[in-house]
């Protein structure tokens, strides 16, 4: 029947397009796949020949070329904990005035959320001359871990601010109706059920956000510095992991080795972190069920 | 402590107190002053600058089911929630007139709103248990008013379960998901969260609306056996749960894109007496 025909054609082409989406997406992830496993298996392979526990508690010798990093993990977590104690509880004010007390003023909200959006995706080394000459040079905080973790924690900020407010406001406006009328105060409201039934987002959040402090060179070399030695206060300077390992690949000849095994060092402290926030902040939502 | 045994005392007195209907008969309405538990005079509700409804004035008996009854669009869920101040948390909104709650009035700058809100309950349209678990959801009502006895709280937990009928459907899995219970279950678990603060009033917002006829008749059962121990305010453009249900009831109706109040009276006025013509057509289904 020639009235059917093109039906025909058209539900064929709709199984057709339809096992391509199926075809294609499968493909990438694949693909995604097998790129991560390589990354992360050359970094294994080429790092995990180096890895001892000397490495790990003792001190860079010949510009890092031998010897451990003990300075250096030190340094990295010292900077990163600064950051974060500025970014959470800072980032977590500002995200819960930005959803729950901008009704009024949505106008304003809406100019700080356009702000926050461009700083979050400015390069991280204007942040770094933004630290550089605040923090170091305005403040006299010299080129220490506190600089560089202030540095970061601008640089960190915005975008944990948007997450966070992003799944605050993703909770239901019920449950904030359901709560007051039952006399909640606005602190109950927020820590009773908001905070809770917003804790996973929160939890990515912070997760990429470490993820992107521990990454971070630009803006630290002009901070923090790059000397090697054992920090004895946050005012020393100390470099991380990420800018030890540029430098090994980038100024050291014969530092790759070391470099591969300092990589693979940061990767396992990020997934250390990872898992240890997912822990704390699974504790926290356990009793919640959406 | 008060909280909970002023609870029981009104958990425990049987079924509707027949004194009720009596004793309105004996005592004139001027004088039975407590009679009268929310009184509204010559409101208006506005969201920035534009009215959707104005002149409303009626009075909330005690114990009693007073029904806010119309078609959607007239104002009735505006004129519910100036009752527990809900329109604080919407924007833009302002009330004129007053609202006395037992004589004073709740719109007064420094009315303790919080302490309003457990005397006067609110379920929703939309059932919205918390997404804890059943038990949690009782809870932290309870400690907010500062029940920190754990045993009280299970005390309270099973008494309100018991009163909406849920407690044999939900006893064996307290520690379950709230929002894995069915609509009807989830309704009923707002009232049990609402009734544990032992409130005198609740205010119900087309509580039966979102859920199958069948979770709807349980509902309306258990908003029957509730009048004569609580005083409730229900909204429905629903004439038929109106008749069945009220005692008082009053009529909005769209004028000019305003909401008003067409007629307000017992039961026996409005649905058998009434003289309004607007009243009697929308009775008799002759429009809305
Ligand atoms: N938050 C709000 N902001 C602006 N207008 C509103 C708001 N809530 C309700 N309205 C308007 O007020 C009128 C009455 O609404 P509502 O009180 O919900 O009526 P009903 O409950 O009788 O259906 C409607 O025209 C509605 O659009
Ligand atoms: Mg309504």
Redesign the pocket.
């Known amino acids: 029947m020639p009235r059917q025909y093109p039906h025909e054609v058209i539900k064929h082409m709709h199984t057709f397009r339809d096992r391509l989406i199926a075809w294609i997406s499968a493909a990438s992830v694949l693909l995604i796949t097998l790129l991560f496993l390589w990354l992360v298996l050359d970094i294994f392979f080429k790092g995990f020949a180096g890895l001892h526990w000397s490495f790990l508690t003792s001190a860079p010798l010949n510009a890092g070329r031998a010897g451990g990093i003990a300075p250096v993990i030190v340094s990295t977590l010292l900077i990163l904990g600064v950051c974060m104690l500025v970014c959470v509880p800072a980032g977590l004010a500002t995200a819960i005035h930005l959803s729950e007390y901008t009704v009024r003023n949505p106008a304003a909200a809406r100019l700080i959320r356009r702000s926050l959006d461009t700083l979050a995706g400015v390069p991280s080394i204007v942040f770094g001359l933004f630290g550089a000459s605040v923090f170091c040079d305005l403040l006299g905080l010299g080129y220490s871990i506190l600089s560089g973790g202030l540095t970061l924690a601008c640089m960190v900020l915005p975008f944990m601010i948007r997450a966070g407010e992003e799944s605050l406001r993703s909770v239901p406006q019920e449950y904030r109706l359901g709560a007051s009328a039952l006399g909640f105060s606005q602190y109950s409201v927020l820590t009773g059920i908001l905070i809770p039934v917003a804790m996973p987002g929160l939890s990515i959040g912070l997760i990429l956000g470490i993820g992107r402090a521990l990454a971070e060179t630009a803006a630290l070399i002009f901070t923090s510095g790059y000397v090697l030695r054992m920090p004895e206060s946050l005012l020393d300077s100390g470099r991380t992991l990420s800018v030890h390992i540029y430098d090994l690949a980038m100024n050291v000849s014969g530092g790759e080795a070391n470099g591969y095994t300092s990589a693979l060092v940061l990767i396992a402290i990020l997934v250390m972190i990872n898992t240890g926030a997912r822990i704390l902040t699974q504790r926290i939502v356990h009793e919640v069920h959406i | 402590m008060s909280l909970s045994l002023e609870h029981l005392q009104r958990l425990q007195t049987s079924p509707p107190a027949p004194l009720a209907p009596v004793m309105d008969t004996i005592i004139p309405k001027s004088t039975a002053h407590h009679d009268q538990s929310i009184a509204v005079n010559d409101v208006a ?1 506005a ?2 600058g ?1 009215t ?2 104005e002149n409303i004035n009626l009075s909330i008996r005690t114990r009693h089911i007073t029904v ?1 009854l ?12 100036c009752f527990n101040r809900m329109t604080d948390l ?4 302002s009330i004129r007139g007053s609202v006395l709650y037992r004589g004073e009035d709740i719109f007064q700058p420094d009315y303790d709103v919080r302490g309003l809100r457990k005397k006067i309950g609110m379920i929703f349209q939309r059932p919205n248990p918390f997404p804890f678990s059943i038990r949690r959801n009782i809870d932290l009502p309870l400690k907010e008013h500062g029940i920190a006895n754990r045993d009280e709280r299970r005390h309270i937990l099973e008494t309100v379960l018991q009163s909406v009928g849920l407690w044999p459907e939900v006893r064996d899995r307290l520690e379950s998901p709230a929002l894995q219970l069915s609509g009807g279950q989830q309704q009923r678990l707002c009232i049990a969260r609402a009734l544990a603060l032992a409130p005198e009033v609740l205010l119900m ?2 509580p039966c609306s979102a859920l199958d006829p069948m979770a709807s008749s349980i509902i309306e059962e258990l908003i029957i056996r509730l009048r004569g121990k609580y005083t409730i305010v229900l ?1 429905t ?1 629903n004439l038929f749960q109106a008749q069945r249900i009220a005692d008082d009831v009053g009529l ?1 109706w769209l004028r000019e ?1 305003r ?1 008003s109040l067409v007629e307000f009276g017992d039961k026996e006025q409005i649905f058998s007496h009434s003289t309004h013509e607007l009243t009697r057509s929308y009775i008799n289904g002759i429009c809305g």
């Open positions: 509700v969201y920035g534009r959707v409804i806010l119309g078609p959607s669009g007239c104002g009735k869920s505006s004129l519910l929630n919407i924007a833009h909104c917002d087309e909204v453009h909005f894109g909401g």
